[in-house]
């Protein structure tokens, strides 16, 4: 028989028995289509929290207060008070930390503000206009407060978008004030839209000095973090422990162990959320697996009984004088188009609902989601359901083929 | 050189659990253009037999020359080529494909031919107006009645011309009027165009249509005989 007509018979094959070659289609559908949507969604969500991270660049260390935790039981808190004025100044000074680019002391909080008869909660960071780089946050309108305004306790603040559509609805914000704590703030600039930085939301933020901050809102002198960028990749591990040295000696600290403060790099967390996002990979991966094995069951049982009941249609062909390959060949043909045709709307279909949900994810909740198609799930569910799918197609299509016509056409 | 020629065919049907003896030995030959009846009761084994000589299933033991060659030394791919243009085999049941036109059911055997496609047609429609189903030939083969799905099968059998026709029972799901012309068919086709015959029927007035009667009795031959002077239907229906 002619390449040409084994597939005509092929699909004649498959039209006359419509039905079950639409449940199978379906079956295998719903396997592939069910890991790409598993691990489309999966990928977005390691993209989502690696992107958290990398908003703030690689380079850049982060001085904590209190105890590093090292389990759940420990009070991360007790000794939050530690990093004081006098811990910048030594962290400063060249001698100390020689490979030192940048540095600056963040406070952080939350508490309302008003502007006439309107109030928001927001949360407020006290930084120095270094937190433009840092951050990576220019102005849309107007512009950061200086270091002038730092040492000088000025009351100027810039707020993102959603405090100013809050507080101002589309009228003019620049040059306002706004109250926080009873103390008049005016707006100097005003973020752009921005979404989540580095699990920091800077849309419902506003920026002030950080003495101000300290003095006038939190009531505080010392500093919730400091933030530290080394001169290159390399040099992290050196100013790493430049910084460590620096303030035990500020601290009269000998042992390690009396730590009141403890120093993290963008690559120690990465490394931490990676363990995250693993084991998020992994626990996805099972689901897709289940659901892998769930459709190639279904898939299995569609075929076998259809290929199983066409054996009377087997045995007719071969009195007819088909050869054991001519069944062969049909039969692998209509599970190869079976499992194509299955493959490609499950693509489709699995692609299309990420997308949508990514959809969602962005326009709804506002989440900086990217939509990403896994090609290896794709391979992978592609792979198995059309093995599965020649497998049972062929296996008793060959069993059928090796009887005589008799003996098929006998099958009820 | 007889076209088929049988000695002491034995066939035991083995389901693994148990062996049912059917054929106990026969012997016969039958030359190029005979137009045979097997006739016997039921159980007999002339399906059987009749399977066996179509090359649709494997005898036991004794031996069997096809066109002087034994059997069992053709390989599967001979052997499906001597079932699709050799032979030509008509079930009681018919078994045409459900699904399809009376043209499509009459080329199949064309599909695994060497017979080039564009012939296809021609010989499949040719073969179509021969049983008297041109105005049927794109009807599925469920719309027909059952003498019509008969003479798709004969039409299916003779399509490659084949040089022996095998018909088991062709009348016996078939009322006298319809018998009558599948037997005027079969009939036409030995006198006419030289088909070899084998026809398998327990009518006596049906069998006497051919030339030649073997009948069979607890898988033995109980006698082999000729016919005098062969009945002829001419459009005449079949009296039981
Ligand atoms: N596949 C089979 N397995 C076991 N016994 C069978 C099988 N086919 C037929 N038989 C038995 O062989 C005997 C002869 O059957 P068959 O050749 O069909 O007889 P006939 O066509 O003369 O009526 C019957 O007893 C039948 O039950
Ligand atoms: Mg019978």
């Known amino acids: ?412 | 050189m007889p076209l088929i020629e049988v000695k002491e065919l034995t066939k035991v049907y083995d389901d693994g659990v148990v062996k049912t003896p059917v054929l106990h030995g026969v012997s016969f030959s039958i030359e190029k253009g005979e137009f045979v009846a097997i006739m016997g009761p039921s159980g007999s084994g002339k399906s059987t037999l009749l399977h066996l000589l179509g090359f649709l299933d494997d005898y036991t033991d004794g031996s069997y020359n096809f066109s002087g060659q034994d059997a069992k030394s053709y390989t599967g791919d001979e052997v499906a080529h001597i079932r699709n243009k050799k032979l030509g085999f008509i079930f009681q049941s018919f078994n045409l494909l459900s699904h399809a036109t009376v043209l499509e059911n009459v080329r199949l055997p064309l599909l695994y031919s060497n017979i080039p496609e564009s012939e296809w047609d021609t010989l499949a429609l040719k073969a179509i107006d021969s049983v008297g189903l041109s105005h049927r030939t794109s009807f599925d083969s469920a719309q027909l009645s059952g003498g019509e799905r008969q003479r798709v099968a004969i039409a299916r059998a003779l399509v490659c011309s084949p040089e022996v026709i095998f018909a088991d029972e062709p009348t016996g799901n078939l009322d006298s009027k319809s018998g009558g012309a599948v037997i005027e068919i079969l009939q036409k086709l030995n006198e006419e165009l030289g088909h070899t015959i084998i026809l398998i029927t327990h009518e006596t007035y049906t069998a006497e249509h051919a030339k030649r009667i073997i009948r069979i009795k607890d898988g033995l031959i109980e006698s082999d005989t000729q016919v005098s002077s062969p009945h002829h239907t001419n459009g005449g229906i079949l009296i039981k």
């Open chain 1, 1 to 412: 028989m002619t390449f040409k007509h084994s597939i005509q018979t092929a699909y004649k094959g498959l039209e006359a028995n419509r039905s079950r070659s639409l449940l199978t289609i379906l079956g295998i559908v719903i396997g592939v289509a069910a890991i790409i949507l598993v691990m489309s969604l999966g990928e977005g969500a390691q993209n989502l929290i690696l992107g958290q991270i990398q908003g703030m660049g690689s380079k850049t260390i982060i001085v904590v207060p209190g105890r590093e935790p090292k389990g759940p039981a420990d009070a991360a808190q007790v000794l939050s008070d530690s990093l004081k004025e006098r811990d910048l100044d030594a962290l400063k000074r060249k001698e100390n930390v020689p490979t030192l680019k940048t540095i600056m002391p963040l406070v952080f909080g939350g508490d309302s503000s008003s502007h006439e008869n309107e109030t928001y909660r927001l949360t407020i960071f006290g930084a120095t206009p270094l937190i433009e780089t840092i951050f990576d946050l220019p102005v849309e309108q107007g512009s950061y407060f200086t270091e002038e305004d730092v040492r000088g306790r000025t009351s100027v603040v810039v707020i993102g978008t959603k405090v100013k559509k809050e507080l101002f609805g589309d009228s003019e914000a620049l040059g306002e004030k706004i109250k926080i704590k009873g103390r008049s703030f005016r707006i100097v600039g005003i973020l752009p839209e921005k979404g989540q930085v580095s699990f920091f939301n800077f849309d419902e933020a506003a920026i002030v000095p950080y003495t101000t901050a300290q003095d006038y809102i939190f009531g505080i002198k010392y500093f919730h973090r400091i933030i530290v960028e080394s001169e290159d990749e390399g040099t992290i591990a050196r100013t790493v422990d430049d910084i460590t040295a620096t303030i035990r000696e500020t601290h009269d600290i000998t042992i390690a162990d009396k730590d009141d403060f403890f120093v993290e790099t963008q690559a120690d967390l990465a490394s931490r959320l990676s363990t995250i996002t693993s084991i998020l990979t992994a626990f996805l991966a099972a689901v897709a697996a289940i659901s892998l094995v769930v459709g190639g069951i279904g898939i299995m049982n569609i075929m076998l009984v259809s290929v199983t009941e066409r054996t009377k249609e087997i045995g007719l062909r071969k009195a007819l004088g088909a050869t054991y390959s001519d069944i062969l060949t049909q039969f692998l043909l209509e599970a190869v188009m079976l499992t194509g045709i299955g493959g490609i709307v499950g693509i489709l279909t699995g692609a299309s609902l990420a997308f949508i949900i990514s959809l969602v994810l962005t326009n709804v909740l506002a989440l900086s989601w990217s939509f990403s198609f896994p090609v290896s799930a794709a391979i992978l569910g592609l792979g198995v359901s059309g093995l599965i799918g020649l497998v049972f197609g062929i296996y008793p299509a060959r069993t059928a083929a090796k009887k005589s016509p008799i003996e098929a056409l006998r099958h009820e």
